[in-house]
């Protein structure tokens, strides 16, 4: 579900900044930095670009059927001479 190699790459350069006295520790902060992104991702509850677009679509189709109930709703209402309050 996630970009992966974007992950990698982010992981990369946040351990590409770790002093050079720590370049030891370097390869074990990319793993863990690698981790602590994934996790985070997996915590934010996101969908992909397909999925919101899915939605968007259906969100403007059910839109576009509400006016259009209550455009006849109204026309109903003028017809038998009453009004909504």
Known sequence: MFD???IDQLAQRLAALVP????QARADLEANFRDVLSEGLR???LVTREEFDVQRLLLLRTRALLEQMEQRVTAL?????SRAR
């Open 4 to 6: 992966t190699q974007g």
């Open 20 to 23: 050079p006295g720590l370049a």
């Open 77 to 81: 209402e003028l017809q038998s001479g």
């Open 43 to 45: 915590r934010l509850d």
